[in-house]
């Protein structure tokens, strides 16, 4: 019987070539979003229980450091209102309405009121204005949304009315330069119990990161696989002996 050696093939070679390093880079993604849902987590922990921080201008202020903490910001609502087109709740498509509010002393932030239903007709666009009385809003800073796929050539501000648009992505720069001034990263969520709110049953986070981390099992499975089928396959019998 002639002994098997190993003689790849090249299309099989070429194969492994551009599949396994993929595979692997897969797995590796899943477990980093694994590994940063966990630390968001925690960030947000470790805020929870912080005394509440009291707002009346941006300057100096590093909003990121107080990520899921409880805030009050001092000032008044502008009556540009956003729209954050395609946010489903309960197989039902609506605009997460974005409001942003002048804070007395100087700086905008958007504070998220809550989530509305588009309705049937979408040329026919929600009343979501709110008065700009002084007052004070209260709510937990977050990170802003994201949602949709950002394209080149897609008209991501569609302005609908004098002070109303609707946003396909949260591009917090761009929403600034309508303003006329520098956004933060972060947006304010709305509390329950606050005054000119929507739906704000908010998607809570947790930590868990078993899904992320099967997923990475999977593609780091298939990766092994495909190794395995390539040897398999490639250790052939010598046809001159």
Do not use: C
Not at 23 to 45: I, P, T, V
């Amino acid at each position: 019987m002639s002994p098997r050696r190993f003689r790849p093939g090249v299309a099989s070679t070429v194969v492994v070539i551009l599949l396994f390093p993929t595979l692997l880079s897969l797995g590796f993604w899943q477990l980093d979003r694994a590994a940063q849902k966990k630390a968001l987590h925690e960030e947000l922990e470790a805020q929870r229980d912080a005394p509440i921080l009291v707002l009346d201008w941006l300057e100096g202020t590093a909003l990121e450091e107080n990520i899921g903490r409880a805030t009050k910001l001092q000032g008044r609502y502008r009556q540009t209102q956003f729209l954050l087109d395609n946010r489903v709740r309960n197989r039902v498509t609506g605009y997460d309405v974005f409001t942003p509010f002048e804070l007395e002393k100087g700086g905008i932030i958007l504070v998220a009121r809550g989530w509305i239903p588009a309705g049937d007709d979408r040329s026919r666009m929600p009343k979501v204005q709110v008065d700009g009385k002084p007052r004070r809003v209260e709510g937990r800073l977050g990170r802003a949304p994201s949602t949709g796929i950002r394209l080149a050539n897609q008209q991501m501000i569609e302005q609908t009315d004098e002070t109303l648009y609707r946003v396909q992505h949260l591009d917090l720069l761009a929403l600034g330069d309508r303003l006329q001034t520098i956004l933060p990263e972060v947006v304010l969520f709305l509390g329950a119990d606050a005054e000119n709110g929507y739906d704000r049953n908010w998607p809570v986070l947790n930590a868990q990161t078993g899904k992320h981390e099967a997923y990475a099992a999977q593609w780091f499975a298939m990766a092994g696989v495909l190794l395995l089928l390539y040897f398999k396959i490639n250790f052939r019998r010598d046809a001159s002996k």
